[in-house]
């Protein structure tokens, strides 16, 4: 690994968080090199030996050397290349409100997003209106700017914005519509859509219900 250069990514084609790098790489007009870990089939020996800690998706290499861990990635990224259109903003105070937010993104969504699908009865009913809870407090961080930092697509955005594809199938799993509970998000939702870096790191919500449907009976859920 010492012998690469430029930076790589190991990354499994569903995951949110590797596709926040994706995003991020491509704003920052970055060149890279592409590796899917099959996870479905196990680990590579390249993906534990990069990432011997946490073992998981996504890795960032960069001349050899891996940074783990997606908001880190997305942090280094603008330290690495400060020539490149920086995600996060130059104020200090705006820059921790960033972290505050993306941080938020990262502890809340995906874990309640799964226990929309897995669970039953009343662990289902606290993930849903946790769920609410959750888009309702997003949408009240994001108020009427276009973006969460701005005029600009930044930090937040490109945390937040792989799970709008993800909005459709928290819908049917927990029953109430995102446009409904978080209309400022439902909008967000569709202006990052519209962007060239986002459209082409995620895939269709469609996709996405087929893959967890592909979850749900790995883990025996009917």
């Given at each position: 690994m010492a012998g690469e250069k430029g930076l790589v990514l190991l990354n499994f084609w569903v995951s949110p968080f590797g596709q926040r790098?994706?995003?991020?790489l491509a704003e920052k007009g970055l060149p890279y090199e592409y590796v899917e870990e099959n996870l479905m089939a196990g680990k590579s020996?390249?993906?534990?030996?990069?990432?011997?800690?946490?073992k998981k998706?996504?890795?960032l290499l960069h001349d050899g050397r891996p940074v783990n861990e997606s908001l880190i990635i997305l942090n280094y990224l603008d330290d690495a290349f400060p020539d490149t259109p920086s995600l996060l903003p130059s104020d200090p105070y705006e820059r921790s409100q960033a972290r505050f937010w993306a941080d938020y993104v990262d502890k809340k969504v995906y874990d309640c997003g799964t226990r929309l699908w897995k669970l039953k009865g009343e662990p289902?009913?606290?993930a849903r209106a946790e769920m609410v809870e959750i888009l309702k407090n997003l949408d009240g961080a994001l108020g009427d700017?276009?973006?969460?930092?701005?005029?600009?697509f930044g930090f937040v955005d490109a945390?937040?914005?792989?799970?709008?594809?993800?909005?459709?199938?928290?819908?049917?799993y927990g029953e109430f519509s995102v446009a409904e509970v978080a209309p400022k998000i439902a909008a967000w939702a569709k202006r990052c859509g519209e962007r060239e870096s986002v459209a082409k790191s995620l895939y269709s919500p469609d996709k996405i219900y087929e893959f967890i449907g592909v979850l749900k009976k790995m883990h025996g859920v009917e």
């Open positions: 790098c994706l995003i991020a020996d390249r993906l534990l030996r990069s990432n011997p800690i946490h998706i996504p890795v289902h009913a606290q700017k276009s973006f969460f930092g701005g005029d600009a945390a937040f914005a792989p799970f709008t594809s993800w909005f459709h199938s928290y819908e049917k």
